[in-house]
């Protein structure tokens, strides 16, 4: 197969709070960075991040250990200069440890 295009994926910068509460409820804040220049989201003639402001609302699938995926809303603020931060509230995980997908 040829290769087209290659694009960098946008860098997660920081992660708040790093512990919580087992029986959820915390507020985290992801603090994301997109890349600059020609390999952007805008500079492929596609929409940047800026559309998720107008997109349906966003969404955070939280998977816990022997508890099935719980979606949750979240929110986004632009930082400027291509950063962002993702905030949702976490869920109740019993074993004390979940995965999360933007």
């Known amino acids: 197969p040829v290769q087209f295009f290659n694009y960098k994926r946008p ?7 790093l512990e ?3 029986q959820g409820g915390t507020l985290v804040s992801v603090t994301v960075e997109d890349y600059q220049g020609d390999a952007t989201s805008p500079s492929r ?3 940047g991040l ?5 997109a349906p609302p966003l969404q955070v699938d939280v998977s816990c250990a022997g508890q099935g995926v719980q979606s949750r809303a979240a929110s986004l603020k632009g930082k400027g200069r291509a ?3 993702v905030q949702f509230a976490a869920p109740q995980c ?9």
């Open 50 to 54: 800026f559309s998720l402001f107008d």
């Open 94 to 102: 019993a074993a004390g440890i979940g995965n999360y997908t933007l």
């Open 45 to 47: 003639f596609m929409a």
């Open 11 to 17: 860098a997660v910068l920081s992660v708040f709070p």
């Open 20 to 22: 919580g509460s087992e």
């Open 83 to 85: 950063q962002f931060v």
